[in-house]
């Protein structure tokens, strides 16, 4: 076919438009240059497309696991913060870049045992109950798949440990004893395998150290069943497992930092080993009252009084003013810590009577609070002389239920050798007559909140940490 303008044929591009007699139009030669131009476009778009691609096949992997790491590290600093909401919304984010990724699923469990653990009422319990199994479930079933692909994938057995140590914690609380054993099992069974396939996880020293650490803790026969089925009991392993990971850890340091805490100012009796770890949690997550509860004790315990009792004057002004979190539940633990700042003074009379109105609470999750206050009472009774009513005290520490740990080996020490008040140094400090005066701290007869009495109080942080 001819253009009607020029009357050149053009056989080879017979779908270009011809010229149109205006001249406005391109000549053949240059629309003959413009096709050659056009032909190559879908080489560039291919070539562009397959740059693209390539990038992101290479690069996008890295940046989700960016992304999954930040999300899960938000989570459980907002857990630590008690930012209930804020942190389990970080853990659906981190869900949401990879619904068959198992660790999200198991960094959810340990939050909803987290707030498990520290609800204050039974329908809080149950709600938190639901969600923990359900979480469980999802991480255990996505992690078993990813091992049946990958025998070797470290992440995988991770997730597991976590599910596993959820489980555990769970069945213990419910005094499934046989089923925590058993999950006890499987958490050091996966730990191990982590440990084999990533040796770069520092986080696997803190469950570890747990372990090690608090089965040494446990009473002959009991830790020599543990011994054989579970792992050995070692407590200077387990103390330089947990400085790992509160050290090198990435997700968990801060939670070993915690388990340091109650470790050093409890079982090790060494406060100042545990001061400089409480300040800084306590600076870290300012919404955490469990870090100013454990802060002022181990001050206390220091002899620096005066910081000691402001930090109690915070505490009361939040329970009091129910600034959140703090919550009037809090009470009961409050006047326990009260008592001890003034026992540690010396002033014997206004402690017992903290540590009486802490034993007007009846709440089953306070039960650690009420231990150490008759702990404490039978203290006073030894300071006094009065032996026999001593031993009556540590008797009924004991005697209540769910209160396993530090109060009740305290009652146990006491009880083969009477307690011995140390020697009362310092300018803040009085004798059994005495007392800080009423600048320093209010004591009952002056707080309004003291005569406002509420059943319930406080869990601690975690069921394995001691109330103060």
């Not at 469990?109 to 653990?117: G, K, S």
């Not at 040494?216 to 011994?227: D, M």
């Not at 470790?263 to 009796?269: A, F, M, V, W």
């Not at 306070?366 to 540590?394: H, P, S, T």
Request: charged share 30%; with cysteine.
């Amino acid at each position: 076919m001819k253009c009607p303008k020029c009357q050149v044929e053009n056989p080879e591009m017979p779908f270009l438009p011809f010229h149109r007699v205006d001249d406005r139009f391109l000549s053949i030669e240059k629309q003959e240059k413009r096709w050659r131009v056009m032909r190559r476009v879908p080489f560039y778009w291919l070539f562009g497309g397959w740059i693209c691609l390539s990038f992101f096949f290479l690069h996008g992997p890295e940046v989700s696991a960016a992304e999954l790491q930040t999300f899960l590290l938000s989570g459980v600093e907002k857990a630590l913060n008690l930012d209930e909401k804020g942190a389990m919304a970080e853990l659906r984010n981190a869900i949401e870049l990879d619904r068959e990724n198992p660790i999200g699923y198991a960094f959810l469990a340990m939050n909803h045992l987290f707030f498990y653990e520290t609800s204050f009422s039974e329908k809080e319990k149950k709600t938190e109950e639901a969600d923990l199994l359900k979480a469980v479930e999802d991480a255990r079933t996505r992690a078993e798949k990813r091992i049946e692909k990958d025998p070797k994938d470290g992440g995988a057995y991770f997730s597991l440990a976590l599910e596993a140590m959820v489980k555990d914690r769970y069945e213990m609380s419910r005094r499934n004893y046989y089923r925590a054993f058993r999950e006890a099992q499987r958490v050091w069974e996966y730990l191990e395998r982590t440990r084999e396939m990533d040796s770069g996880n520092f986080d696997v020293y803190y469950p570890m150290g747990i372990i090690h650490y608090y089965l040494a803790q446990l009473s002959g026969v009991a830790r020599g069943v543990a011994s054989i089925f579970i792992t050995s009991a070692d407590r200077e392993k387990g103390l330089k497992e947990l400085e790992l990971a509160a050290e090198k850890g990435y997700f968990l340091k801060d939670m070993a930092q915690s388990n340091l805490i109650s470790i050093y100012n409890g079982y090790e009796k060494q406060p100042g080993r545990a001061l400089p770890l409480a300040r800084r949690l306590k600076e870290r997550y300012p919404d955490n009252y469990n870090f100013s509860f454990a802060l002022a004790d181990i001050l206390s315990s220091l002899g620096q009084s005066e910081e000691a009792f402001s930090l109690v004057g915070e505490i009361e002004k939040g329970i009091e003013g129910r600034v959140s979190p703090y919550r009037p539940e809090l009470l009961p633990r409050y006047q326990q810590l009260q008592g001890k700042l003034y026992l540690d003074q010396g002033d014997y009379e206004k402690a017992e009577e903290y540590f009486k109105l802490v034993l007007k609470d009846t709440a089953p999750y306070n039960a650690r609070v009420r231990a150490w206050a008759l702990v404490r009472l039978g203290m006073i009774r030894d300071a006094r002389k009065e032996r026999k009513l001593a031993e009556e005290y540590y008797q009924k520490a004991l005697e209540v239920e769910g209160a396993e740990g530090v109060a009740q080996r305290a009652a146990k020490e006491y009880l083969d050798t009477p307690y011995s008040p140390p020697t009362i140094k310092g300018k803040n400090r009085k004798d059994s007559l005495g007392g800080p005066s009423q600048k320093e701290t209010s004591g009952p007869q002056s707080s309004s909140l003291i005569s406002r009495m509420t059943s319930p109080s406080s869990p601690s942080t975690e069921r394995g940490r001691e109330d103060l």
